[in-house]
Nanobody
Framework: EVQLVESGGGLVQAGGSLRLSCKASGFTFADYVIGWFRQAPGKEREGVSVIRNFDGDTYYADSVKGRFTISRDNAENTVYLQMNSLKSEDTAVYYC?????????WGQGTQVTVSS
């Protein structure tokens, strides 16, 4: 069974930093593309960042480029999202997801709240 458990969310002041972690189990982590998504109140879920499995290539939404960094540790089955220079508009529930063959598997999410 695919399981993804996020951690590291919390309350931070604008301009601050947080590091989210996503611990995976139940599948061959190195075979999956991993992404971070977020959903703010009243808004649709949006993609934040993705890291590929076979070459480690990364993608970032324009809204977070230069501020967020995604990384993965295949030995620890963990993906990270380092978030710097946080803004109030980054407030959302952040979800980790794993993809193989077009199917996304989701974690339960972790709340990030940025106070201005």
């Amino acid at each position: 069974e695919v399981q993804l458990v996020e951690s590291g969310g919390g309350l931070v002041q604008a301009g601050g930093s947080l590091r989210l972690s996503c611990k995976a189990s139940g599948f061959t982590f190195a075979d999956y593309v991993i992404g971070w998504f977020r959903q703010a109140p009243g808004k649709e879920r949006e993609g934040v960042s993705v890291i590929r499995n076979f070459d480690g290539d990364t993608y970032y939404a324009d809204s977070v480029k230069g501020r967020f960094t995604i990384s993965r540790d295949n030995a620890e089955n963990t993906v990270y999202l380092q978030m710097n220079s946080l803004k109030s508009e980054d407030t959302a529930v952040y979800y980790c997801a794993a993809n193989q063959g077009g199917t996304w598997y989701w974690g339960q999410g972790t709340q990030v709240t940025v106070s201005s």
